[in-house]
């Protein structure tokens, strides 16, 4: 019997104080939830570890009703905002001496996307079909009605995204391509032996350090210094020192610092300079010292290249680098991946010219198994390409109330500059840190995914819900290009709810993959006038080693090699407020704690929130932002709240379940020996055999009939890969709860085959 319910759950609203942790109303749950106490008689099992919880999942209702929900089966999803899938269910009434009644249910609901915890949540749900054999219209609604009144009550609707992934028809994804997005090849160098990396924004910009006749560059994240009186340069080198004549080289080690060294003021900012003084002697075999006033790569290996072939195809893997390096045969052509871009020479010496959309055909087999199948996401025409342009378009949301949420300090070198952007009728602030637009005769700010509103340029300042269709129009050859990136969702008179897209942290889409930044260089601000130089940058494209990690959806940046702060490409900070300047990790991070580019922006700092890797709205760090993935960190701690006991049950056949709030009524719930149950398109309710066939579950004896000469063939076109993803999903979620997979050294789609280092290796330094 079929029966068409179109019921929606009602919606439950769970706020949850934990320390530290901002939370916001949670979607209505469907089918995760973790479980109440085991049966005595069952064997002891660890706890899941799936970011989900693991399934399938049993219910108990308060009348004794058994119910079990198998994981659901993704048939599509509409812009990532709407699901429809498929469950199979078992259920039976309390005191029933029938067998109990396989069925299936078809739900569609909306979603909600947490990228960074690997989740997706169902919200306003809909049984648009149901069939269950052998109910009465009366079992039947009641049946409906304790899924309606036990999923909400007893379970958290969260499914893990690897699941959600391995079963996504990656040809529905369409890649929204930022126009103007540059593929000029970087200045690379190439080294086989150990070598060092000094990037500068543009010529060295040199601050005077109070009662020292030592200068410093700002604009680097290494420590170079000048000393003036005898117009040497010095370079700090973990615990050794280089010297120059010329801040570009040649560099040698140096014999002895200057007395200065040692007169350093006692704060913060020089803690790492002064635990490397006197500093120890740097030998011939110290790393070469390459230096560049534009954004540049390094292609350092460990020796002459080690190559070792890729599995399934002519390409040869360099393996004694942390650079993404391949060659097609020993004396083919060389590709090399950096932000996302590949580039390709005839040899390692270049010239480089842009390859992505040109790789051979070869570079789309690349196995998952392989130590750097991370970069398939870099390459155009792979689900893995596809994947990445989806994490990259889903925006994070937040609610801003209008009240709470102060603006932040907005200090100006002078009086406030404007400049034109080209193509538009708006201007730009040049001489501050913050991202300021003048329309007409009202001025905008865009500060950590948040827009407000002044009459002034200096404010005051107020959160805005109406923001100017010309500022939509700025270009990605404009700094301020960023700020189209966050837009307005919902606008009341209380609060505004915001959407901030990948690209406002420089992840963007190009040649339909992710790729990082935009391929300009964006020359920094610098003004002087007061006793330092004023120096504001922006983010660079190039210069850092920007590499894509797999499990977070966005792109790590530096490595050792490449400076001892990070990956940020600015080693101090000014503070328009103090008149002074911080330095290096005393001035901020350019990634949260898993090492990634979650909300970096060298316009606003990272602050401490972002720092722990709250993303950009967590950066807030106040409740007058409640976060469009709070109930992603609300999820994991609703059963400690509730006092509800988790554990997982064991079945006869050693299929395992999570249950909740009692005990499961475990004689009257199907079970299988993995729980490896399917809901067939056609209604019926299917189980995957040992041999790779498919049995039908029979409500009338309670048996699993093999059907597999009868089923039709598109049922069992569909339940394969069904099956095909639920073990892709499985791997995939476990995976993700790996160690080290948070990490920006993550460098494989399957990491628990050891193809992942926990951080990448350089030629010194220190990363933090």
């Known amino acids: ?5 179109p019921h929606r759950f009602r919606a439950i609203v769970a706020i949850v104080a934990a320390a530290g942790v901002l939370v ?10 973790r479980a109440a106490p085991q049966a005595a008689s069952a064997p002891k099992a660890a706890a899941p570890q799936d970011a989900d919880g693991g399934w399938p999942r049993d219910f108990v209702s308060a009348n004794g009703a058994a119910l079990r929900v198998y994981q659901p089966q993704i048939a599509s999803w509409d812009g990532q905002k709407r699901m429809v899938a498929f469950s199979a269910v078992s259920y039976s009434p309390k005191g029933s001496t029938k067998q109990p009644t396989l069925g299936t249910i078809k739900l569609e609901a909306d979603t909600s996307t947490a990228v960074e915890e690997r989740l997706v949540s169902f919200s306003k749900i809909k049984l648009t079909e149901t069939h269950f ?23 958290e609707a969260v499914i893990a995204l690897d699941r959600v992934l391995a079963r996504l028809d990656k040809s529905t994804i369409i890649p929204r391509n930022v126009e103007g997005v540059k593929a000029d090849p970087p200045v690379l160098f190439y080294s086989t ?55 570009k080289g040649p560099w040698k080690p140096a014999d002895k610092l200057p007395d200065s060294f040692g007169k350093l003021p006692a704060d913060a900012n020089w803690t790492d300079v002064k635990a490397a003084l006197p500093g120890r002697k740097l030998t011939s075999t110290a790393p070469k010292v390459f230096v560049s006033t534009t954004p540049a790569e390094m292609i350092l290996l460990r020796g002459a290249p080690t190559y070792q072939l890729v599995t399934g195809t002519q390409l040869l893997w360099v393996s004694n680098t942390d650079s993404d390096l391949f ?5 083919g052509p060389v590709y090399y991946l950096v932000s996302g871009r590949w580039f390709s020479a005839a040899d390692f010496t270049g010239p480089w010219t842009f390859a992505s959309t040109s790789l051979p055909p070869d570079f789309k087999k690349i196995p998952l198994s392989h130590e750097r199948s991370r970069v398939l996401a870099s390459v155009p025409g792979t689900e893995q390409a596809a994947e990445a342009v989806l994490l990259a378009q889903i925006p994070q949301t937040a609610r801003i109330d209008k009240k709470l949420v102060k603006a932040p300090d907005v200090e100006f070198q002078g009086e406030p500059q404007f400049q034109p952007i080209e193509k538009t009728t708006v201007a730009r602030a040049v001489n501050t840190d913050k991202d300021i637009i003048k329309v007409g005769d009202l001025y905008y700010m865009c500060y950590q995914g948040v827009w407000f509103m002044s009459k002034s340029a200096t404010g005051p300042w107020e959160v805005t819900g109406s923001v100017p269709n010309q500022i939509y129009e700025i270009p990605v050859s404009s700094p301020s290009y960023n700020v189209t990136n966050v837009t307005v969702v919902e606008n009341n008179n209380d609060a505004v709810v915001y959407a901030t897209a990948a690209a406002y942290t420089g992840v963007m889409i190009a040649w339909g993959c992710a790729v990082w930044g935009s391929g300009y260089y964006y020359p ?10 004023i120096y504001h940058p922006y983010y660079p494209t190039y210069g850092y080693h920007a590499s894509y990690n797999p499990w977070t959806g966005t792109y790590s940046r530096g490595v050792a090699a490449y400076g001892p702060y990070g990956g940020a490409g600015v080693g101090a900070r000014y503070n328009p407020r103090t008149g002074t300047y911080a330095r290096g990790a005393a001035a901020y991070g350019p990634y949260g704690a898993r090492g990634y580019a979650s909300a970096y922006n060298p316009r606003t700092g990272a602050s401490a929130a972002t720092r722990q890797g709250s ?13 469009g993935n709070d109930w992603a960190t609300t999820s994991r701690v609703t059963n400690r709240a509730t006092g509800a006991t988790t554990r997982v049950t064991q079945g006869s056949g050693g299929g395992a379940a999570v249950t909740r709030n009692g005990v499961a009524n475990n004689s009257g719930v199907v079970r299988t020996g993995s729980g490896d149950v399917y809901a067939g398109r056609d209604g019926n309710v299917y189980k995957k055999q040992d041999g790779g066939g498919w049995s039908q579950y029979d409500n009338g004896n309670g048996n699993w009939n093999n059907r597999a000469g009868s089923t039709d063939a598109s049922t069992v076109g569909q339940l394969n890969r069904d099956s095909a993803a639920r073990a892709e999903g499985a791997q995939r979620t476990r995976d993700a709860n790996s160690s080290g997979v ?13 193809g992942m280092r926990s951080a990448p290796r350089g030629g010194g330094g220190r990363r933090r």
């Open 742 to 754: 948070r990490s920006g050294a993550a460098s494989s789609y399957r990491p628990s085959s050891g």
């Open 133 to 155: 054999p052998n109910l009465s219209n009366d079992e039947l609604r009641d049946a409906v009605a304790r899924v309606e009144k036990l999923v909400p009550e007893q379970g």
């Open 327 to 331: 060659r097609l045969g020993k004396t």
């Open 1 to 5: 019997m079929r029966g068409h319910y």
């Open 615 to 627: 993303g950009v709205y967590g950066s807030w760090g106040q409740t007058g932002v409640q976060r």
């Open 24 to 33: 916001s109303p949670v979607a209505p749950i469907l089918i995760a939830h």
């Open 524 to 533: 920094p601000y610098v003004g002087y006038g007061g006793y330092y130089p």
């Open 193 to 247: 032996s150990p070598a060092v990396l000094v990037n500068l924004d543009g010529d060295p910009i040199w601050s005077p350090i109070k009662d020292n006749d030592l200068k410093f560059a700002v604009n680097t994240n290494w420590d170079l210094f000048e000393y003036s009186p005898a117009k040497t340069y010095f370079l700090r080198y973990n615990d050794g020192w280089f010297s120059a004549a010329d801040p």
